[in-house]
């Protein structure tokens, strides 16, 4: 019996499974649709939709880097023993490479990629690691930086993606540990909304220490307050971690300039417990 492109999207839309799964499903079922089903089924391949309904707050953060730049990917899963596992963590490199090499423009579009080393659409190969890993998996988020790449990963859960202007490994990899642990959220003050910036402000202002004040008073103090916390979100302004009696802007003076950086922290902004990961991976510089 032929099958037909009909045939194999109504296979697919009713099981979840990918494109090749099912075709070859209704090869062996010579056509009989709810036998493909079950063949799919007892593989466990149909399942992989049904896993996609559960929550995957877990996961790995991973980078790749190569000549050309380098990419930084978050993919999630349902428990922390699914992301200790050689399969899941495999998966994610090989992901975080593809978003390097064919330079997807958001996850959709890597998710549509065809993988080169498998051949097969990396949707498609998502859904067949999700039946044989046994838990739902999720790309979250990833980001690409060419040129000049450093990066840093502590446990796969927290990950730093660095773009300068100039090659230095060392003092690149030592920044990339700085921002790991001391979590900047700009390159200098320069990049901070104003928005940001009023906001702090109306807080500082509001504040109950203050309001016996005179205004002038008040608002020097305030003045005061907002660029000590500005600087605490800017990396240039941030004491090293390594050696805290110099900046982050004088350490790399007159060697390269920080272009971009990223810092992904394993499930953050997810409804999930949070460990404090900045705080450990000081710990562990002593």
Known sequence: MEITVQMVKELRDKTGAGMMNVKKALVEAEGDMDKAAEILRQKGIASADKKMGRIAAEGRVDSFIDANGGAMIEVNCETDFVAKNEEFQSLVKGLAENVEVQKPADVDGLLGLTCPHCNKVIADALKE???????????????RYEGNVATYIHNGKIGVLLQTDAKNDELANDLCLHIASCAPE?????????????????????????QSKPENIRAKIVEGRINKLMAEKCLLDQAFVKDPSVTVKQLIEGK??????????????????????AEEVMNQLG
């Open 256 to 277: 390269f300039n920080v272009k971009a950086f990223t810092r992904y922290e394993l499930g953050e902004g997810l409804e999930k417990r949070q460990d404090n990961f």
């Open 186 to 210: 700009f390159v200098s003050r320069d990049e901070i909304p104003q928005s940001v910036i009023d906001h702090e402000t109306e807080v500082e202002m509001g504040k109950e220490d203050l």
């Open 129 to 143: 690691k999700i039946a044989s890993i046994g838990e739902k998996i999720t790309v979250r988020r990833f980001v």
